[in-house]
């Protein structure tokens, strides 16, 4: 088991590393630099003439004239040597204030809509299966169909209307108006997690279409195997027995598309986030896309993919120790 | 087990055992796509989807013809209207033909707006093939003939409403389809080759190239892929024109959507390279390129077919996605995300619900396209019959 | 010697996307306390659904015949009518397991990979036997070690995958004994297994079977080991039984035609130099089924106009046999 996490474990940082470059060269492709953008945000409007001398100077201030490998050594080692994310230019502080708490927002939004997509899809797919052919089924299964075939966005809309309606005007966002500067409270808390549903709803929605699907399958699969006959022969009770058998392995491929699902919601976040007005990193990111704020977005991107492939490692984790089988093959 | 030469059984039982060899005959040696062909008929569901695609399809290539007015021209007259649905009765009595009742502008007695009330005086009839404005179908046949208008060419219908500007919902959704849909393809297009060239490379030649690649794959299957995208559509410059932004982001959707079909080719390839007749095809000499393309290839033709119709889906709705957030595809042009931008709020689902149709396009899209992915896998898997 | 099991008349069908088809039609037998029924057919001839009906193991799709009776003395005496029961509930719970026992063809698959040996041999225990966890335990271990498994002790805590074929089914046979079943169904225990393993496996089975006095039904398509382990056999074709009898006279005379054919297909050391004849044709599929005698179209012997026409009945041509061929009925033979 020691082996097996170390392995994964040096697989995981060179994943990362490799991400980490693609990162950077997504950051370089905008056409200029940050000094052709710091200087414009800065003098403009200003009326002061900025010569390409003035660019330049900037440039060597901020580093900017190294090669791109130096550029690239400098970056990643002050994230990891000093969690240093660079400069967050439109907004002129560091990259980890603009960040700040926005991280632990996302991983709440997260988790409530992986624990969502789990709670729902899980039984639903097992009951699907058990069921098979029947007319709850095939509602499902038209369920599924359209869960995936919707834009998130439609559908976020379309809950906040919804929402709108029924619980007041105040339901968008991640927190009330009174709490959204607020500082940190069990209060403030609370709040969030009253607005936590809505984005977990949405987010959640096409992980369960699909999760429902996979579950279904496997469960359809392990119920006409041997091992559940077998244990039905023996006089096993009809419902322990879907639990302990059939159901205990219909679970393995959800818990191994873990990092599937996160890299999932992680893609919806921006989008929703926008139509939702969520706080959180996925409407920042989108900001530093359309500003161009480079810095900022690198360092989400990066964020997010490391919270994938780490889900990804505990994934296989949690499936190794779920199957004993794995283990002795890794 | 019946054995045809049986002196026992009559002349009409022998004709019977007769037609159904024949059937049985013509079964057994029909080509692989024969028989693809005909369990994907059975599949009802798909030939449906395959129908409402064929139908998107045809009305986005000819865009010019079926949408009655161009996707900027406006209609002063009609800002933000409702639907016209066509009629045959009104007050005055009923007709043969449809029809609609136009307009006229009254002051909102509340808030003294201006806005446009129907006007039950006034018929103006629909017809097909109506003159309209001069066009060029495909780009290059002149016409000024649309498939559906109105018989006077001084009045507009909007079957599905018009938006702020006053612009035709149902023309620009035409126009839209044909931009959201061509994304598509070439994006799959271009995803397809690079999975092709990249998976190709990984199972043939395995070992340390299949490693790297490995690797490669992995990283871009882990980053969430519309952020991904987003940050490279955000690094297309604010100038480019309309058309160099459509190819880009034809490219930025193509560059990614390799992985997972790369990886069923390089399996694939890898579980088939041992294979007696490609090593003797090896043996014998031949290029890999040959090898590859002659040999290897068309024994998973029919998996990689369907991979490539489950992968429209993705494809579209990132589209959407990006154009949505205003960082795909730009007004002027139109494309389904792109008309979707001005459906960005509650306000709009509760004041202009109709800009949400073109929605409606992307949903029957995705399912059209996923439904006859899972047609083609089931009329693709010889095992399917056994269900 | 006490009756513990009747079968009559059973049938079974299936509903199917081509239709329903009856794969087991009028089938009876029975078992008595510490004899060995075997029951021998080629595949498809309904041997293992006939004994999933026993135990209402059949899928939804699955439906008995209006006359079939299935009765079963239970150890206390009661009479159980299993085709009156449900397919789930606590009625057909009491059977399967702690009366009824069944051993599958394929020893990894009976097991569930997930849990150890001893969990789920616990688990069988402690549904059947008033023991709490330390009893079962070792109870399981002892079980173990009486099918032969060393070093039980540590065995009970091993995943089924890390025992090997012939280890695997004995823990299965333990498994299935250590609920105490008084009639145990070995459906094939020994085909996925090596020829040299396949003989000790059906000496222990045998050896437990005389040590616990249960009854068993064993099926197979080898003659052979129906030699070495049956007292009884029936002999099945196509949902049918077509011979039955004690098994060493069936053996060493055959009356029907496709006994006559298994038996033509076990190499022998005295047949050595003959070559191998199995019974010619195919076996039709359960919804193409013959009329008349089922067996008719690969028959060497049929009498044309009436094996095509009419299902022949059973004939008990010796106190204790009785084969269903119109060659041994004496319409039969007057009509030939
Ligand atoms: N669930 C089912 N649905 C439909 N038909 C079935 C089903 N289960 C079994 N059958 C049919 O019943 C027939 C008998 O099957 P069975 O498994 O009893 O054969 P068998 O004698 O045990 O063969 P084998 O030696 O291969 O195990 C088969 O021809 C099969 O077509
Ligand atoms: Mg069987």
Redesign the pocket.
């Given at each position: 088991m020691l082996r097996f996490t170390l392995e994964r474990l040096i697989g995981m940082a060179i994943t990362m590393l490799l991400v980490s470059l693609m990162v950077f060269i997504i950051m370089e492709i905008p056409p200029g630099d940050y000094a052709d953008r710091y200087a414009f945000r800065k003098y403009s409007g200003t009326g002061v003439n900025v010569t390409e001398a003035d660019i330049q100077a900037i440039r060597v201030e901020l580093g900017l004239d190294k090669p791109m490998i130096f550029r690239y050594f400098d970056w990643i080692g002050g994230i990891v040597l000093r969690g240093d994310f660079g400069q967050a230019f439109a907004f002129e502080t560091s990259v980890v204030k603009v960040i700040g708490d926005k991280v632990w927002l996302t991983t709440g939004i997260l988790f409530a809509t992986l624990i969502l997509t789990y709670l729902i899809s899980i039984p639903i797919g097992i009951y699907a299966a058990v069921r098979r052919g029947s007319a709850v089924d095939y509602g499902l299964t038209i369920f599924s169909y359209l869960g995936l075939a919707l834009p998130n966005f439609l559908l976020a809309l379309v809950m906040l209307y919804f929402a709108n309606r029924w619980f007041g005007a105040d339901i968008g966002g991640l927190f009330s108006a009174e709490y959204r500067d607020a500082p940190w409270s069990l209060a403030k808390v609370w709040d969030m997690l009253k607005h936590l549903w809505l984005p977990a709803v949405v987010l959640a929605w096409s992980a369960v279409a699909y999760q429902i699907q996979t579950v279904r399958a496997t469960m359809s699969d392990e119920l006409n195997k041997l091992s559940v006959t077998a244990a039905r022969a023996r006089g096993v009770p009809e419902r322990r027995l879907l639990i302990k058998y059939p159901a205990r392995l219909a679970i393995n491929p959800v818990v191994s598309t873990i990092g599937f699902d996160v890299n999932r919601i992680f893609s919806e976040l921006p989008i929703v986030a926008v139509v939702l007005g969520l706080t959180d990193l996925g409407e920042l990111l989108l900001k530093a896309y359309l500003d161009l704020d480079m810095n900022v977005a690198g360092a989400i991107l990066l964020l997010l993919t490391f919270a994938i492939v780490f889900m990804n490692f505990l994934s296989d984790l949690l499936l190794a120790w779920l199957d004993p089988r794995i283990k002795l093959g890794a | 087990m019946t054995d045809m030469s049986d002196p026992d059984l009559t002349p009409k039982q022998k004709r019977q055992l007769e037609k159904e060899h024949q059937q049985r005959l013509k079964y057994y040696s029909a080509s692989q796509w024969t028989l693809i062909w005909w369990r994907f008929k059975r599949h009802r569901a798909a030939m449906l989807a395959a129908v409402l695609l064929g139908l998107m399809a045809l009305a986005g290539i000819f865009a010019e013809f079926v949408a009655p007015y161009g996707p900027v021209t406006r209609d002063t007259k009609y800002i933000e209207g409702p639907p016209q649905i066509p009629k045959f009765c009104d007050d005055n009595g009923c007709s043969l033909r449809p029809f609609i009742n136009g307009t006229k502008t009254e002051r909102d007695p509340v808030t003294l707006r201006a806005i446009s009330v129907p006007d039950p005086d006034t018929r103006y009839y629909i017809s097909l093939f109506v003159k309209g404005e001069s066009v060029k179908v495909l780009g290059f046949i002149p016409t000024d003939r649309h498939l559906i208008g109105l018989d006077d060419p001084d009045q507009k219908i909007h079957f599905w409403g018009t938006d702020d500007l006053g612009r035709d919902v149902f023309s620009r959704t035409i126009y839209a389809t044909r931009t959201s849909l061509s994304i598509g393809v070439l994006g799959v297009l271009i995803s397809f080759f690079l999975a092709l060239a990249i998976g190709g490379a990984a199972g043939f030649f395995g070992g340390m190239t299949d490693n790297v690649i490995q690797r490669v794959t992995e990283v871009i299957r882990v980053v969430p892929i519309i952020p991904l995208y987003m940050g490279l559509a955000a690094a297309m410059p604010k100038e480019w024109s309309t058309t160099q932004v459509y190819f880009a982001m034809t490219l930025i959707l193509g560059l990614f959507g390799w992985p997972t079909l790369a990886r069923r080719i390089r399996s694939q390839l890898l579980s088939i390279r041992n294979e007696d007749y490609v090593v003797a095809a090896r043996l014998a000499g031949a290029r890999p390129r040959r090898i590859i393309t002659q040999h290897m290839l068309p024994s998973f033709t029919s998996f990689i077919i369907v991979d490539l119709v489950i992968s429209f889906p993705y494809m579209i709705l990132s589209e959407t996605a990006l154009s949505f957030v205003g960082l795909g595809l730009r007004p002027p042009s139109v494309s389904w995300g792109v008309l979707l931008q001005q459906a960005q709020s509650v306000r709009a689902i509760e004041q202009t619900p109709w800009l949400f149709i073109p929605a409606v396009f992307v949903v029957v899209a995705v399912l059209a396209f996923t439904v006859i992915g899972d047609g083609l896998r089931d009329a693709a898997d010889p095992y399917s019959e056994a269900k | 010697m006490s009756r513990m099991l009747t079968v009559e008349n059973l049938s079974i069908s299936?509903r199917?996307d081509e239709g329903v088809?009856t794969?087991?039609q009028g089938v009876s037998f029975h078992v008595d306390q510490g004899r060995t029924l075997g029951l021998v057919?080629?595949?498809?001839?309904?041997?293992?659904?006939?004994t999933k009906a026993l135990m209402r193991l059949?899928?939804g799709?699955?439906s008995l015949g209006a006359d079939t009776r299935m009765h079963y003395t239970t150890k206390d005496g009661r009479v159980v009518e299993i085709e009156t029961l449900a397919n789930d509930g606590e009625p057909i719970r009491k059977l399967r397991g702690g009366e009824i026992g069944m051993i599958f063809?394929e020893p990894m698959a009976s097991f569930s990979p997930v849990y150890t040996i001893g969990n789920q041999m616990m688990e069988a225990i402690q549904l059947h036997r008033p023991m709490g966890r330390r009893e079962a335990r070792s109870y399981a271990v002892e079980m173990l070690n009486k099918v032969g498994i060393s070093n039980a002790e540590a065995r009970v805590d091993q995943y089924p995958h890390e025992l090997s074929g012939g280890m695997r089914q004995r823990a299965m046979i333990a498994l299935t004994l250590s609920a105490g079943p008084a009639l145990l169904i070995a459906?094939?225990p020994t085909t996925a297994l090596d020829v040299t393993i396949q003989a000790q496996v059906l000496d222990l089975m045998r050896d437990l079977q005389q040590e616990l006095g249960m009854g068993m039904i064993f099926?197979t398509?080898d003659l052979g080991v129906i030699a070495q382990i049956a007292d009884d056999v029936a002999v099945?074709y196509l949902?049918t039984i077509v011979e039955r009898g004690p098994a060493r006279e069936v053996i060493r005379a055959p009356q029907h035609p496709y006994t006559q054919g298994l038996l033509a297909a076990i190499p022998s050391l005295d047949k050595l130099h003959d070559r191998l004849s199995p019974v010619p044709g195919d076996i039709p599929?359960?919804n193409a089924r013959p009329t008349g005698c089922p067996f008719h179209t690969r028959c060497a012997q049929k009498i044309a106009g009436l094996c095509d026409a009419r299902p022949p009945r059973e004939i008990q041509t010796q106190p204790g046999r009785a084969v269903r061929c119109w060659l041994h009925d004496d319409e039969g033979r007057n009509a030939a």
């Open positions: - | - | 299936f199917t088809i794969p087991v057919g080629e595949s498809g001839s309904g041997k293992s659904v006939s059949l899928p799709t699955a063809q459906d094939e099926i398509h099945m949902g599929s359960p």
